[in-house]
């Protein structure tokens, strides 16, 4: 094997797809990459046995060829290669390369014993822009579990009925939906668990522009857009009745500006309770109050920003964390907080944003636990 490429095409199929390298423990051969070319193109392929990424590039081919290279040495060398030409050429399992004043020899592997690339043939094809993918997952992504012992809440439910997509995950004290409606989607049900891991991938290296397919299948979900294709098998899909855990619409409804709410949280939790990293809203005419405690050195924190709520006076507490996180997913100017109750559920969505709640559990009091 032997082909001509630039610098760029070789660093983009070898960062795409580094993240999906398996372990040795597994399987020995997939702790490598598989490359490539033929037909004026290369291709670079890694695989943990349940996630695999392919990048292919276009380059110039002397002979077509494949073999498998060390995942760790062709990933140091390629990031650091002058901007020129790379010239790589193999001799059996022997591989040279060259880039301006540079030369390397590294030892491959055959390619035979490498797991192939099969691509998903069956499945409900959606079709969808790759910006709008990624927004899905950046604002859902962050309530998964990592629990070892929720394993199944590891990922984002995407269920698809009536030609609407909802993209759903808790982990069991929060809960992120996002929702959107579009005639051109399958109407068909599907209700296919994808893991955190996959979707992480998806965000890092699907292209920012143009249009993604993702094809569920019964054990596996392909990806597809541009220079990538992603294969991540499915989880076991044992998710709750998300249904039954969004609250109805709420009679108290508080708008704030974004970044000052953040940025007020911020300053007063540094001083809540390492324990339960809970803060005290307390929200009275125009006015939302910060305040956190921690109790084990008798400090304490206070913040204030204007709010739009008008009514009695009124405390509620949260995992600062959880806020945190959500208004750091947001770009929007004004965020709402809607409620019924202090010890129920409650709903923070962007104002006027219809597609996407974030539904949260209030703490309790302390004489209350």
């Known amino acids: 094997m032997k082909f001509h490429a630039l610098n760029q095409v070789l660093s983009r199929g070898v960062n795409a797809v580094k993240n999906a390298v398996g372990s040795p423990i597994s399987n020995p051969i997939v702790e490598n990459i598989h490359v490539s070319c033929k037909e004026g193109k290369i291709f670079f392929m890694a695989t943990n046995l349940n996630l695999t990424i392919r990048c292919e590039g276009e380059l110039e081919i002397e002979e077509p060829g494949e073999i498998i290279l060390n995942s760790e040495e062709i990933t140091k060398i390629v990031q650091d290669l002058p901007l020129s030409e790379v010239i790589i050429e193999t001799e059996e399992e022997n591989v040279k390369i060259k880039c301006g004043r540079f030369k390397a020899k590294i ?8 797991p192939p690339f099969i691509a998903l043939e069956e499945g409900s094809d959606l079709h969808i822009e790759n910006k709008k993918i990624k927004n899905i997952i950046r604002k859902t992504i962050f309530t998964t579990s990592a629990e070892k012992s929720r394993y199944e809440l590891n990922g984002i439910k995407f269920h698809l009925k009536d030609k609407r997509l909802n993209c759903v995950s808790t982990d069991g004290r929060r809960l992120a939906i996002y929702s959107i409606q579009n005639d051109a989607f399958p109407s068909e049900e599907k209700s296919i668990m994808i893991p955190e891991k996959t979707l992480e991938e998806v965000v890092r290296i699907l292209p920012d522009e143009g249009m993604a397919t993702i094809r569920f299948g019964e054990r ?9 294709q992603i294969i991540s098998n499915n989880l076991t899909d044992n998710f709750p009745n998300y249904d039954r855990i969004i609250p109805p619409e709420g009679n108290i409804k508080i708008k704030m500006n974004r970044s000052a709410f953040y940025s007020s949280i911020k300053r007063a939790s540094n001083l809540s309770s390492k324990d339960t990293n809970m803060v005290i809203l307390t929200f009275e005419d125009g006015n939302l109050e910060i305040t956190a405690e921690r109790e084990e050195t008798g400090s304490e924190g206070h913040d204030q920003i204007e709010a739009d709520y008008k009514g009695e ?7 600062h964390n959880f806020i945190r996180e959500f208004l750091q997913s ?9 409620m019924r109750d202090i010890r129920k559920p409650c709903i923070f969505r962007a104002v006027g944003e219809n597609e996407y709640k974030y539904v949260l559990m209030p703490m309790r009091p302390p004489d209350e636990e």
């Open 220 to 228: 596996k979900t392909q990806f597809s857009s541009g220079d990538i």
């Open 313 to 319: 006076k009124m405390q509620v507490r949260f995992n």
């Open 330 to 338: 947001l770009e929007d100017e004004e965020v709402e907080l809607e």
């Open 107 to 114: 030892k491959g592997q055959s390619a035979d014993l490498f």
